[in-house]
């Protein structure tokens, strides 16, 4: 396993009191450096290019955002440059395609993790929004389908839907998009119902889970909808989205997961990753606004990357687990027609 990260992340620096704060890749370098004690190797990002961002933005919105390099721009009421914002974006994205390139080109433990900010999944084609400039998950995707990888699949479980990645993707049945997030929250997105368009329809797998759910609520969801759909898609790589705002600590939502959860649901990736697409996985981060619970649940994900048999350990909830059953079934009944779940 490989770890991509550069310290270049704390540059982007939005306005004091903004949750999207460089402090975040502070966390990030902190996971870093223990991994590269431990003897691992942690690469440093090349920028993505021109080509490879025009895959999945326009070019209009690409000039927007180069416009801002040296500015401190309001894109909208959330979502901020600073001077060494562009450069910084353009290396989260190119962060992951590297992560893309090494899954591809690894035969022994394919997986990287890349450990960046800005995060991207709200970024529309021709919109940023919700703290993301570019789409580097998207970026991602589209640059594996150019290196010929036939199907893939992205596994969001940041807690707020990845509306840029779904619309980014709607329509391309070589792309299933399977997101667990909060419902209804930011950014209004992500029914049960929104299944794709046209030729994409079935590829995209929302489940939306009320406020409040607890880890045995996402054990439930991952189980009934997310790994099923994943192993029936066959994909030859998978990439996720791995945002932490859905940990009990976090301060822009409202789900009680802890640290071992996300543990748990990368496990479960990993497990269908090793046998659809000979382990291939590419794990890029999105949110996670607690520090503390940032930095923790990283670890949960290397340490789980890191074990031997990457069996998924789910802790022990208490509470009464409900929201995930019914956003199951809501999903389920939406997808009926296209999945066997």
Known sequence: M?????????????????????????????????????????????????????????????????????????LDPDTYTSPESYDVALLAAGAAVDAV???????????????????????????????????????????????????????????HHGNG?????????????????QFPYYPGTGAADEIGEGEGRGFTVNVPIEAGALDEDYRIAFTDVVIPAVRQFGPGLIIVSAGFDAHERDPLAGMRLTTPAFGAMTAELRAVANDSCGGRMAIVTEG????????????AVVQTLAAADGTARWPD??????????????????????WKL
């Not at 990645?165 to 667990?180: C, G, K, M, N, P």
């Open 165 to 181: 990645t779904q619309h980014i993707f709607e329509r391309d049945a070589h792309v299933l998009y399977v997101s667990t997030h």
């Open 2 to 74: 490989i770890l991509i990260h550069s310290d270049r992340f704390a540059e982007h620096t939005p306005p004091p009191g903004h949750p999207e704060r460089p402090e975040r890749a502070e966390a990030m370098a902190a996971i870093a450096a223990r991994w590269r004690e431990r003897g691992g190797t942690v690469a440093s990002p090349s920028p993505a290019t021109h080509e490879q961002l025009a895959r999945v933005h326009g070019l209009d919105y690409i000039r927007l955002i180069a416009g801002t390099a040296g500015r401190a721009v309001a």
């Open 317 to 338: 909830g208490g509470g009464r687990p409900g929201r995930g059953g019914a956003a199951a079934a809501a999903t389920r009944a939406a997808l009926s027609s296209y």
């Open 288 to 299: 996670g606004y607690d520090l503390q619970a940032l930095g923790a649940s990283l670890d």
């Open 101 to 159: 390139e090494y899954a591809i080109a690894t035969n022994a433990d394919p997986v990287a993790l890349a450990l960046v900010r800005p995060p991207g999944h709200h970024a529309e084609r021709d919109r940023a929004m919700g703290f993301c400039l570019f789409n580097s998950v998207a970026v991602a995707a589209a640059h594996a389908r150019a290196r010929g990888i036939e199907r893939i699949a992205i596994v969001d479980y940041d807690v």
